[in-house]
């Protein structure tokens, strides 16, 4: 890590809520178990497990994936270290935290989804297509509710018929990457190429994270391989 007040950053978190779950240093994002779920939601005395807090400590911006909107966990990075840092870490923060963040001024493409993407929801449950994607999903575990939270659609025509498709999202709500695979025979996903990479996703570890954030978007967001939110 290059930046010395990140790798401090970094190192302070650790001393506060444990070992991180994933970490990626290209896009200076890291994730924890989450303490407003561990602590005050569930009242464990550890982490529970999820890695649903997820900090982007060059931005010095945080959410829980599960409980921001419950229990507003995200904003200011220094929300986090003066609730749940020791003295140093609050003195030291004090230092290096920006009067104002101001982003480089490195410009990328706007990625947006496929023309051909359809929610579920939008299109008739008469159009064979969408019973074919319906029935490949839920042979595979996925709810209703998980389509929902993903997001998770369709493509009947063009470059993606055939296709599941799930977007995925930065902090800021913007679409970072999105993969797709096919419905009507058993291939690899492609992930075409976002802004800075791609992302393969494991529709099992969907189903068996659910709770999270996720996007539940981490171990919890449901995806592996080279991650490329924010």
């Known amino acids: 890590m290059e930046n010395t007040d990140e790798g401090l950053i970094v190192d302070m978190l650790t001393g506060m809520f444990g070992d991180f779950h994933i970490h990626n240093e290209y896009r200076h994002q890291i994730s924890f178990d989450c303490p407003v779920c561990s602590y005050d939601i569930k009242g464990l ?7 649903n807090l997820e900090v982007n400590y060059a931005d010095h911006v945080f959410k829980c994936w599960a409980c921001a909107e419950t229990h507003n966990t995200k904003g200011h990075l220094g929300w986090l270290i003066e609730r749940y840092g020791g003295k140093k870490d609050k003195q030291y923060y004090e230092l290096i935290r920006p009067d104002e963040f101001v982003k480089g001024d490195k410009q990328y493409k706007k990625l ?11 299109v008739s449950d008469i159009f064979p297509e969408k019973r074919r994607a319906m029935n490949y999903l839920k042979g595979r575990g996925i709810t209703q509710d998980i389509i929902d939270k993903y997001d998770i659609g369709f493509a ?19 679409l970072n990457y999105f993969v797709s695979r096919t419905s009507t025979h058993m ?8 802004m800075r990479g791609y992302q393969s ?10 709770v999270l954030s996720g996007r539940d978007c981490s171990t919890d967001f449901g995806f592996n391989g080279h991650h490329d939110r924010r």
């Open 187 to 194: 291939d690899r996903f492609d992930a075409p190429r976002a």
């Open 112 to 122: 947006v989804l496929p023309k051909e993407y359809h929610k579920f929801e939008d």
């Open 45 to 51: 005395d550890k982490g529970d497990g999820k890695g």
């Open 201 to 210: 996703i494991h529709f099992h570890r969907l189903q068996r994270n659910q």
């Open 156 to 174: 009947y025509e063009g470059d993606y018929a055939g296709r599941i498709i799930v977007p995925s999202y930065d902090l800021e709500g913007e």
